[in-house]
């Protein structure tokens, strides 16, 4: 097995939360060998789980879960004292979703931590999983001691997980981060011994453990908008995008990485995460002048890609969805991805009739899926404009 550890029974895990990262983490910890149980308050998802589904797409899973499951590695409930009573270490990774002024919204993680303090037994180690302000540990550790469980600790934990490549990413870690006091800190390291013993662990505090996830998210995202901004540069001016990024990505100091115009990035992470930094430095009193830059220039590279479709469409968006209804979709939802998202703006999801779907579905501008001149000759659209590329229609 990937990551194999030699099986221990006083490794028991719990994972409080069994949405895309909590399943994930849980998963892969009792592939590692421990033996996990993951919490939830949804008995659905608790039924779906035993049942051997997987509620997401996420390649590898569905059988890690099975297999794990069926080797008494991995078991799901939705009772807190089965999961929490006799666990060692307990993540939680439960959401932390914006709130209207875009901090995070942390009461799910609160309800989670007290629930954790009331139930763990004496010197049980707590791991927040889930992506918090800095500050937040330090704050939760406070919190517990107020409890009177003083004998817990907290440890900072983030994950770098990417959808689509999940599993992959957490079997074959970068790198690994963990803040918090010993032994805590190590205990939780420990766990994660046998996975890629070559990638650098990062022993640290809670605040940088906290911020080291932020900052990342952030610093792709702004990748992510500068080269937007680019290739608008490269559509005024008749530029090419591809031969832009590929040129600069080929500097080592940049990277190729993160270099694909689209349409805005997009997903549970990105928007979510700069929204709560700029808004975590906000209440610390501290100014920032890049990090609302890139939302901003986010906003516009969609709205680019909306007037960009209305000029594909002679102006005439009636009968669509509104600008403001389509920029709410995509925060309540976050499941667009860059090179999908603008499909849903002129409605090739149903939001229109039929014959306007027919007229429609053939008009596509694109952004991060990048089509080789071949494919572009042969793709059943109508009409195709590529962000980015100038003359090169």
Not at 190 to 198: I, K, Q
Not at 285 to 299: C, F, H, K, S, Y
Not at 380 to 390: A, L, M, S, T
Request: charged fraction near 25%; charge should be negative; include cysteine.
């Amino acid at each position: 097995m990937p990551g194999a550890l030699a099986a221990d029974p006083a490794r028991r895990v719990a994972v409080v939360g069994t949405g895309y990262v909590g399943l994930v983490t849980g998963t892969c910890l009792a592939q590692a060998g421990a033996h996990v149980t993951c919490l939830d308050v949804d008995p659905k998802r608790i039924a779906t789980l035993k049942a051997g589904k997987v509620p997401f797409l996420e390649p590898g899973l569905p059988a890690l879960v099975t297999g794990n499951h069926q080797a008494g590695r991995l078991a799901f409930t939705t009772d807190p004292q089965e999961a929490l009573g006799n666990a060692h270490v307990a993540f939680l990774a439960v959401g932390t979703p914006s709130r209207p002024d875009g901090s995070s919204d942390l009461s799910y993680l609160h309800s989670a931590l007290e629930t954790a303090t009331k139930l763990l037994p004496k010197g049980a180690v707590i791991v927040i999983r889930s992506t918090v302000p800095p500050g937040t540990g330090d704050k939760l550790q406070d919190r517990v001691a107020k409890l009177g469980r003083a004998d817990l600790q907290l440890v900072s934990a983030p994950e770098f997980l990417a959808e689509g490549t999940a599993v992959r990413d957490f079997q074959n870690p970068d790198r690994l981060v963990f803040g918090g006091p010993e032994p805590g800190r190590g205990a939780v390291a420990s766990l994660f011994a046998s996975l890629r013993p070559e990638s650098p662990r990062i022993l640290t505090d809670r605040p940088t453990a906290e911020l080291v996830k932020y900052t990342a998210n952030t610093f792709l995202a702004a990748r992510v908008s500068l080269i937007n901004e680019i290739a608008r540069l490269c559509d005024a001016w008749g530029a090419d995008v591809r031969t832009v990024s590929r040129a600069v990505g080929l500097d080592p100091r940049v990277g190729a990485l993160f270099l694909r115009p689209g349409v805005g990035y997009g997903g549970s992470c990105f928007p979510k995460d700069v929204q709560a930094l700029a808004a975590a430095a906000k209440s610390a009193g501290i100014e920032l002048a890049m990090v609302p830059a890139i939302e901003q220039a986010n906003d516009a590279q969609w709205r680019y890609a909306f007037e960009k479709a209305r000029g594909m469409l002679g102006g005439d968006l009636s009968g669509k969805r509104g600008e403001e209804e389509i920029r709410q979709d995509e925060q309540a939802g976050g499941e667009g991805r860059e090179h999908c998202r603008l499909v849903g703006m002129v409605g090739v999801e149903g939001e229109i009739g039929e014959q306007q779907h027919r007229e429609f579905q053939h008009i596509v501008v694109e952004g991060a899926k990048e089509l080789d001149d071949e494919q572009w000759t042969i793709a059943p659209f109508r009409e195709q404009r590529e962000i980015g590329r100038g003359h090169r229609q």
